[in-house]
């Protein structure tokens, strides 16, 4: 368990220690032992406070939804429906000092569908429908148990909905959707940092899901 208040407040620390280009792994050190923050509390930290810098850098590199047609896109896949299957789930997730919503569920190279996973990939593609991109290319770890069978089930969900595009294995997720040069869509930091190009997906659809937002954590 964590307190949300006591994590907003020493979000301000970190925040402005990063503005002072303080080291971030040594700032969330300094931060956490000064308000005393669990790992859960750490880990919510540095996955929803940026420096100033890095948001307009981010900002920079946002595509807007009407930017979005005719272009080609790619998709973080595991970033992506582990967020969402964690929303639709009813757990907590974070709204990030730089707009992006992001799980803290630590799952990474340990998903496996679940009954959510269905649901989560068709909202992905009925709200890229309506933005009519180019194509839309899925990649997903091969390291990941089960990838292939992820990958069959996009494709049937590509021709089911009409969407023009892809769902392959890659051995590195990471490399692939950067070197892509294409718009992709993840809330993964590092991947942001590097990409060209990014829209914020998850946002889109869950202004349009209504979601209740009592289990969002909001970080401005």
Request: hydrophobic share 40%; charged share 30%.
């Amino acid at each position: 368990m964590f307190n949300y208040e006591n994590i907003k407040e020493s979000a301000i620390d970190f925040r402005y220690l990063l503005n002072r280009k303080y080291n971030q792994k040594a700032a969330l050190e300094l931060v956490g032992n000064r308000w005393n923050l669990n790992r859960d509390e750490r880990h919510i930290l540095y996955r929803a406070i940026f420096s100033d810098e890095e948001i307009n850098e981010r900002n920079q590199t946002e595509v807007k939804p009407e930017q979005l047609q005719g272009k080609t896109v790619i998709i973080d896949t595991y970033n992506i429906l582990i967020t969402l299957e964690s929303i639709l789930k009813g757990l907590i997730v974070i709204k990030a000092n730089d707009g992006y919503l992001r799980d803290i569920s630590k799952v990474s190279g340990k998903y496996k569908q679940s009954e959510y996973t269905i649901q989560a990939i068709q909202m992905v593609l009925k709200k890229l429908k309506v933005l009519s991109p180019k194509e839309v290319n899925f990649f997903l770890d091969k390291n990941i148990s089960k990838s292939g069978q992820l990958a069959a089930l996009i494709k049937e969900e590509l021709e089911n909905i009409n969407i023009k595009g892809d769902a392959r294995t890659v051995q590195c997720t990471d490399k692939a959707v950067i070197e892509s040069v294409k718009v992709v869509i993840s809330n993964d930091r590092i991947i942001l940092e590097k990409t060209r190009a990014h829209l914020n997906l998850i946002s889109l659809i869950l202004y349009d899901f209504k979601k209740s937002e009592e289990k969002i954590l909001k970080f401005a």
